[in-house]
């Protein structure tokens, strides 16, 4: 008797910890993405957005096209010094809603430097830069 409630709490323990394994790969997971993401912006930090354009273009077919866009926001210093750095943060938070609403699946965008944002869009049917000047577009009728 005394074996069989040894097996038994054995077995408890051993589920409770494969239970516990389980959740903290899972947080493993996460911290990790939230140390590929600018926290301001949401889009991916320099780093990552460096290796991911790294791997898009050794992944790259010759027949492959690529729109790359460099956004700098104009001004932000003028906003930071009207505004506080507060303001200037809901500028930078704003400009990722808004890249992040035109990325495609394997498409990129990454904070580059403290108001600039680098876009990698697939130009496989010869829009991205139209999506790019569409983008440019939304920004400017956008309310800050």
Excluded: P, W
Aim: charged content about 30%.
């Amino acid at each position: 008797m005394a074996a069989g409630f040894i097996h038994i709490v054995t077995r408890i323990r051993v589920r409770a910890m494969a239970a516990r394994q389980v959740e903290l790969q899972r947080l493993v997971v996460h911290a990790t993405e939230k140390l590929r993401q600018d926290s301001l912006t949401g889009l991916l930090n320099r780093y990552e957005i460096e290796r991911c354009v790294g791997e898009k273009l050794v992944d790259v077919r010759a027949d492959d096209e690529l729109a790359v866009a460099l956004i700098d926001i104009d001004h932000f210093k003028r906003v930071n010094d009207e505004y506080g750095h507060l303001g200037g943060d809901e500028v930078l938070q704003k400009m990722g809603l808004l890249v992040s609403a035109v990325l495609r699946t394997g498409e990129y965008a990454g904070r580059y430097g403290g108001e600039e944002i680098l876009m990698v869009l697939d130009n496989a049917d010869c829009r991205g830069v139209d999506r790019v000047l569409g983008f440019h577009t939304a920004v400017r009728q956008a309310l800050f």
